[in-house]
Structures are given as C-alpha cells and as structure tokens.
C-alpha cells in the first residue's frame, strides 16, 4: 500500500534545482527533508518506505539518494539504536554564509500568497510524523507491521491526543502492554491499535508500569524528536 494520497504534497523551491543541482529523486527526498526541517528542533524521522512511495522507487534507490545529499553536505544522518534496533533520522543542513543569504532572498521572492501554503506543510508533516514515530514503535516492541496510514489507527491516536494525552503517553501504554501480554498467546493478538488506544487507553497508562526511560533520554524519543 502507498503512504501518498491524494492530499499530500511537497513544496519545490526553484533553488533547489537552479543553484543546488537537485533534481530526480534527489530533489524530491532533499524537500521532503528541508520541509520536516523548517520547525525548530525537527526533523525527518519516517521510514524509507515512505520516501520511496514518493519517488515510486524502491527502497535501495532512496538509500543510494540519501547517501548522496549527505555526502554533498546537503542533509545531516543522525542514528540511534533502541533494543538493537536502529533508527536513522535525517534534517537538512543550513548552508554556509552567502547561499543562506540566497535562499532566504528566494523566500521573500517566492513566499508571499504561498507563505501559508508552506506553514500548512510543515504542520501535517509534523502530524503524520506522530502517527510514524508510533506505530513504528508499536511494530518494533510486537514485531507487526501495523501501517501508520490507516485512517481507522488515525482517528483513534487523534482522538487520545484531543483527549490531552501526548505522544510519550502512547509509548507507555504500548510498553506496560507489551508486558503483559507480548508472550501470552491469548493475549497477544490485542496488541494492536484498537485495543491500545481505544477506550481503555486511560487505564492502560495507569496500570502502575512506568515506560522505559531510555526510549527518552533527554526529553527526546527513539527518533529523536522531542517528547513533551
């Protein structure tokens, strides 16, 4: 299944082709990563699939791009391993004096009627990046592959947020589950989005077992990103 529909978009800015050379598959992962980038302390933490469903690539081709931006010093690769598991995020490196002061011309050039239009952007990013961030973490304590773009899985993690409930509190209700039901066979199969983050969400976070601290030393989650 495709993580693209048809209310996604990428914004392009004509420097990126002109003045950086980008252009292919290239271009389309460096903006994808410059957009998660705009917003202070973020930064691209999907997965490849992602990026290759965009590019309508395969995964080792997004590998190779990426190797690519960060070796003409374009991005910036930060690793973090969790139970042996690694986790790569990546953030666009601000240029050095005099192609920042370029950029930031072309923004006042091209911003204007679009400048809501790209704020727009780096919000839903930011959003979709919630619903990533957590059901790779479901996937990687239960061993599913439970897919983030579920609309069903959506509704339910906006609704615990509208509730007041944050980003970490999902983490710690996946880890007290994970407890203990991850080797019991009966229960096992309820570790899914619509047992954990339905009604008995509340509970779940409750029970009297806190979530690992160092899934988020320092404030930051497995990918990075900061937890409040």
């Given at each position: 299944m495709n993580n693209v529909n048809e209310r996604n978009y990428i914004v392009i800015q004509g420097w990126m082709i002109k003045?950086?050379?980008?252009?292919?598959?290239?271009?389309l992962?460096?903006?994808?990563?410059?957009?998660?980038?705009?917003?202070?302390?973020?930064?691209?933490?999907?997965?490849?699939?992602y990026l290759a469903d965009w590019c309508n690539a395969s995964k080792k081709t997004v590998q190779t791009a990426l190797k690519n931006l960060i070796?003409?010093?374009?991005?910036?690769?930060?690793?973090?391993?969790?139970?042996?598991?690694?986790f790569c995020c990546y953030l666009w490196k601000k240029f050095p004096q005099g192609m920042e002061d370029f950029t930031m011309g072309y923004g006042k050039n091209y911003?204007?009627?679009?400048?809501d239009f790209t704020t727009n952007n780096i919000n839903n990013n930011i959003n979709i990046n919630i619903y990533i961030n957590i059901?790779?973490?479901?996937?990687?304590?239960t061993g599913k592959n439970f897919k983030h773009n579920?609309?069903?899985?959506?509704?339910?993690?906006?609704?615990?947020?509208r509730e007041g409930y944050t980003e970490k509190d999902f983490y710690a209700v996946i880890?007290?589950?994970?407890?203990?039901?991850?080797?019991?066979?009966?229960?096992?199969?309820?570790?899914c989005p619509d047992t954990l983050f339905g009604t008995k969400f509340e509970k779940y976070l409750n029970q009297g077992v806190n979530v690992n601290e160092k899934h988020f030393a320092n404030g930051k989650d497995q990918f990075g990103n900061t937890v409040l």
């Open positions: 003045e950086l050379g980008l252009k292919g598959n290239e271009l992962i460096y903006a994808i990563i410059y957009g998660f980038s705009q917003a202070e302390g973020t930064k691209f933490s999907g997965s490849l699939q070796e003409k010093n374009y991005i910036e690769k930060e690793e973090k391993f969790i139970n042996g598991v690694k911003h204007g009627g679009m400048e059901l790779s973490f479901l996937n990687e304590k579920s609309q069903k899985t959506r509704k339910l993690i906006n609704a615990r947020l880890e007290n589950k994970c407890k203990d039901w991850l080797k019991d066979e009966k229960m096992n199969k309820y570790l």
